[in-house]
């Protein structure tokens, strides 16, 4: 005779979600050191100080920086790409895609300080699969190259083109206050070296754009609001 739900053992489901609960915290923790340290030492003193954890807790969910930074990475990356992909991801035309994104990504680093110095820190080594950018981007220029809105040209280089550029952006919104049109300017020349014409590219980059608020539960919104705690402490 089946176990009647009322009397079911709830204690695996209240384990998980415990443990679930304790790897958000590490990893919200880490985001904000890695944004502070970058990635040249270790950092695994201070996310056990700043989570509050047990040297034993911590290392039951990660063992090394890497472990750490591909947790974060990873984390931050299927948050971006959600909110990103909610406005641009039903776009048909490639190009207008790739100018919508764009603007997105780079006002959603600008938005959250915490996202900028993160991405800043870590750099170069974020290029590749635990990128935002390499999410959808790859396909998108494929795209715009078969038909005909990219040069040829873009199918080999565009995304390392455009990588650079956009990490640069990240470099320059990170280390001070840039103009209010920055995103539009970066994401224009990013389309004209894509073979996008002057005339179109400035039209791609004047479309509507809505302003994203990450929802509670994001990693950027939590770990903006530790970010912002603690420089207000130190102020």
């Known amino acids: 005779m089946p176990a009647d739900p009322e009397f079911q053992d ?8 415990r443990r679930a609960r304790m ?16 990635i040249g030492s270790s950092v695994i003193p201070e996310v056990i100080a700043a989570a509050g954890v047990s ?3 911590f290392y039951n969910y990660f063992r090394t920086n890497d472990d750490l930074l ?11 790409v959600q909110m990103i992909e909610g406005v641009a991801g039903d776009i048909e035309d490639p190009a207008l895609r790739v100018a919508t994104a764009g ?6 680093v600008r938005t959250y300080p915490i996202v900028a110095q993160f991405l800043s820190g870590t750099g170069f080594s974020l290029v590749g699969k635990k990128s935002a950018i390499y999410e959808h981007l790859p396909a998108d220029i494929k795209e715009g190259v078969k038909r005909g809105t990219f040069d040829a040209d873009a199918a080999d280089i565009g995304l390392d083109m455009a990588t650079g550029a956009v990490l640069i952006a990240v470099q ?13 300017r970066i994401v224009r020349v990013v389309l004209k070296a894509l ?4 005339a179109s590219a400035a039209k791609l980059i004047a479309a509507p754009l809505p302003k994203l608020v990450a929802p509670p539960e ?18």
Request: charged letters at 25%; proline letters at 4%.
């Open 172 to 184: 320059r919104i990170a280390n001070g206050r840039t103009a209010r049109d920055y995103p539009e």
């Open 195 to 198: 073979g996008v014409p002057a």
């Open 103 to 108: 603007r997105l990504y780079l006002h959603l």
């Open 23 to 38: 790897r958000r915290r590490l990893i919200e923790s880490a985001m904000v050191v890695f944004a502070q340290r970058g």
């Open 10 to 17: 709830h204690r695996p489901r209240v384990a998980a979600e």
């Open 70 to 80: 591909e947790a974060v990475s990873d984390v931050l990356s299927h948050d971006m």
């Open 218 to 235: 994001s990693l950027l919104k939590a770990a903006q609001q530790k970010f912002a705690a603690l420089a207000e402490a130190s102020s």
């Open 55 to 57: 040297q034993g807790s």
